[in-house]
């Protein structure tokens, strides 16, 4: 059985659920995880095929996923 503590610093020790959809992602599409990270800060736009890619593993359609590209 595990302490109070042990149970804090296992838990502590996962990523959190954003690091974990950050990874996901960058796998689903071959990319790094910075260059997630810079589609989420709305610094680069992911190129058309990796629109096409999230818009399928999503299963949300690429205008919704990516509103300012499709203004």
Known sequence: ???????YER???EPTPGAKFVSVIAQVCNRKESTVRKWLARETNPDTNVQIILEKYLETPKETLFPDIFK
Do not use: P
């Open 1 to 7: 059985m595990e302490s109070f503590y042990e149970i």
């Open 11 to 13: 838990l502590k020790a």
